[in-house]
């Protein structure tokens, strides 16, 4: 795909991008509702095109997270299917009024809602984002221009082709969910330039890929962020709760974004709890690495470097420090934070206030894991991603930041003196 191609794809989904403005909210969920039944129904299609991908995987030398990230099954298959079912119970977020004025001239002000028109999403190796993308811009009346990795050039081509077969069926034009398949790495170059074309850039991916995408970008960015997780344990914890959060923070799955990435333990706990904890780690395959404190308790744990404590492993890999006080951890937390997800597990009410309070990121836990940071969990339906900037959305990306609000002014032959 030459320049000049690429241009013509992403107007010919501005153009679907006006199309879908005029779509009503029932017209939308029976897009969603096909889409949903379709998935379920070309499963198998999905699988064998996925199935291409994870062998390719080897050839382009992909860590375990990349290929784990890149893997679907029947349930993750579900899963999307399900949030695209999620969506279709949400109200429509566009063409609410939220807040209406008439002015002492007569002059009716009404704020709606409304889509943003063309919406660029610039992700890696995870192939349910192209179908999470597509839905979400649909439900929320935009078109998408999708640029996925050529790690899941297979999937993300076949999941393009149920969309277009949901989008056919319903006289809506295909260029409403336009994937650029062409793996020339210029072309993102040239897509995050088209200012007039994309109104919103979302990079979904490792921190370089979103670095790249927030430096390079001349259209406005929703920056997803990078996941640095903490969990801290308390001492006025009850270690009955806390296991199983730390466990399931770190092994449920490991290469993603909201998993467990540094765990710290008050000191008054450490010494009984940790050696319990290690060997329920180890029995899930975790490679424990601690500072000197840890390792006087566990001599054979790995020493951690510097550099673990800003590290985003993705993988089964556990940093471990003990730390003297609630105040000790906020200023670590403080230090590494990556602003994603982070947790206290304690049963003491003041200790939680202050946790959640004094740490500054888009989700803050107490005695839950860190794991829940995800649309779908949160009731939002599908995610385009996470976002730890503070202007426009924070937090999961579901329907409402895809929208932006206009002003409509209602006049009788009003003039301005």
């Known amino acids: 795909m030459n320049t000049e191609e690429l241009i013509q794809a992403v107007q010919a989904a501005r153009h679907a991008a ?10 939308k969920d029976a897009l969603l509702q096909s889409f949903h039944d379709k ?16 062998e390719k995987a080897k050839e382009y030398g992909l860590s375990e997270a990349m290929t784990e990230r890149l893997t679907l099954t029947e349930r993750r298959i579900e899963e999307i299917a399900e949030g695209a079912a999620q969506l279709i119970r949400l109200p429509d977020p566009c063409g609410r009024t939220l807040d ?6 007569g002059l009716q002000i009404l704020r709606t809602t409304v889509p943003f028109g063309v919406i660029a999403m610039i992700y890696e190796s995870r192939p349910n984002v192209t179908a999470d993308a597509a839905a979400l811009c649909l439900k929320s009346g935009n078109a998408c ?9 297979f999937t ?8 277009h077969e949901v989008l056919r069926e319903a006289g809506v034009e295909e260029a409403a969910v336009t994937s650029i398949l062409d793996p020339d790495r210029r072309l993102v170059n040239e897509l995050l330039t088209l200012r007039g074309l994309i109104d919103l850039a979302i990079p979904r991916g490792g921190a370089g890929l979103i670095r790249f ?9 929703i920056e997803t962020g990078s996941g640095v997780c903490h969990t801290y344990v308390d001492k006025a914890a009850d270690l009955a709760k806390a296991l199983p959060i730390v466990i399931n923070a770190k092994t449920q799955r490991p290469s993603v974004c909201n998993a467990m990435e540094t765990l710290l333990i008050h000191q008054d706990i450490a010494e009984n709890w940790i050696p319990v904890l290690f060997a329920a780690l180890r029995e899930k395959g975790v490679e424990l690495r601690g500072d000197e404190r840890v390792r006087a308790i566990m001599p054979d744990v790995n020493p951690a470097e510097e550099s673990d404590w800003s590290t985003e492993y993705g993988a089964l890999i556990l940093s471990v420090a003990v730390v003297d006080s609630l105040e000790a951890a906020i200023a670590h937390i403080r230090k590494y934070s990556t602003g994603h997800s982070e947790c206290i597990v304690s049963e003491d009410r003041e200790a939680i206030r202050t946790f959640m309070n004094q740490i500054d990121a888009a989700c803050v836990y107490a005695n839950a894991s860190t794991r829940f940071t995800d649309g779908f969990e949160f009731g939002f339906g599908a995610e385009i991603g996470i976002s730890t900037q503070k202007l426009h959305v924070r937090g999961p990306v579901g329907l409402e930041p895809l929208v932006t609000y206009k002003y409509k002014i209602f006049g009788n032959g009003q003039i301005r003196e």
């Open 18 to 27: 006006g199309q879908l403005a005029l779509l009503t909210a029932e017209e």
């Open 39 to 54: 998935l379920l129904e070309k499963r198998e299609f999905l699988l064998e095109a996925n199935r291409k991908d994870r």
């Open 145 to 153: 221009v999708l640029r996925g990795g050529k790690e899941a050039h």
């Open 156 to 163: 993300n081509a076949a999941m393009t082709e149920i969309l």
């Open 100 to 105: 209406r004025r008439t002015l002492p001239n």
């Open 213 to 221: 995408v927030v430096e390079m970008s001349t259209v406005p960015v």
